[in-house]
């Protein structure tokens, strides 16, 4: 049985590091309280593998003066696109020699200083410059998604995401302009963002994203698109959940839209795999 060194417990580490340093011996390291992430590089059974820590590990010890990018990157700002055994996308700069490691996707690109920050410790791509190279890498869809995410998180504004994409060059450049153009920075959620998509493309009027409907001077609610003009609200059902209490008040909510005259279109998951179905009811209702 091996005991777990106090300075190893809950973290990652390299393992010839812990061996030289007497804490470990090689087949200790073997053992079943430790996972190998990467060659050389350990971690504490107890701690979670996530895409995160995979991305941080590598820069750190994997790939000398790397810069964690792409959808690795977008980790560091609190979305998920990737998940924990997906490659980890890191890049050097331009004459370096290829690297190639299992687990690792390793470009060679010049990144301009003020698009790199430290975050966690680690050299990463700012949020505006992950938007961008996202662009690249994602259908459009899913890179407007992904940049309306990160300015619903906070860690960037919309208009430094539109203003790098309109001065970036080479491939992916004019993606990143279109994917800037269509987003917008109001969804809540992922599938908000793919119903505002949705209804762009499709010949009915353009509805407006986050809606606050006034009655009788109060606020009654805000919806997630609207046609205020035929008293038309169209809700993603994410918002309506029944956890305890939540179910009356959301009840009490759509009874208040009502009585204030609107008409409330809800939208599951399913909805959006039948697409025409769904622009024919919203159709509709508008009518």
């Known amino acids: ?19 030289s340093s007497g804490l470990l011996t090689p087949n200790q390291l073997r053992g079943p309280a430790w996972r190998r992430l990467f060659p050389d590089v350990y971690a504490h059974a107890s701690l979670p593998v996530t895409h995160l820590l995979r991305a941080r590990t590598a820069a750190r010890w994997v790939v000398a003066d790397a ?50 920050r430290r975050r966690y410790g680690t050299p990463v791509t700012t949020a505006a410059a992950t938007a961008v190279r996202l662009a690249e890498l994602l259908d459009q869809d899913d890179a407007v998604v992904a940049m309306d995410q990160l300015v619903a998180a906070r860690v960037v504004d919309l208009a430094s995401i539109r203003a790098l994409a309109a001065s970036s060059r080479g491939p992916g450049s004019r993606r990143a302009r279109a994917a800037a153009g269509l987003a917008d920075g109001l969804a809540a959620s992922p599938p908000e963002t793919r119903l505002r998509l949705l209804l762009g493309r499709s010949a009915l ?36 959940h029944a956890e305890k209490g939540q179910f009356a008040k959301d009840r009490e909510r759509l009874n208040e839209l009502r009585e204030a005259g609107w008409v409330v279109v809800f939208v599951t998951a399913a909805d959006m795999h039948r697409p025409e179905r769904l622009l024919r009811r919203i159709a509709a209702a508008l009518a």
């Not at 049985?1 to 061996?19: E, H, I, N, T, Y």
């Not at 698109?225 to 059902?237: G, M, S």
């Open 205 to 240: 009027p353009t509805p407006v994203a986050q809606f606050e409907v006034i009655h009788e001077r109060r606020l009654i609610a805000r919806v997630d698109f609207a046609w205020p003009d035929r008293k038309v609200a169209l809700e993603y059902d994410g918002l309506w």
């Open 1 to 19: 049985m091996c005991l777990v060194p106090d300075a190893l417990r809950g973290k990652a580490f390299r393992g010839s590091d812990a061996v």
């Open 67 to 116: 810069t964690v990018t792409g959808r690795s990157a977008a980790a560091f700002w609190g979305i998920e696109l990737a998940t924990p055994d997906e490659p980890v996308e890191l890049t050097v700069p331009p004459g370096r020699h290829p690297v190639r490691v299992a687990g690792l996707t390793v470009r060679r690109s010049e990144l301009p200083g003020d698009h790199v």
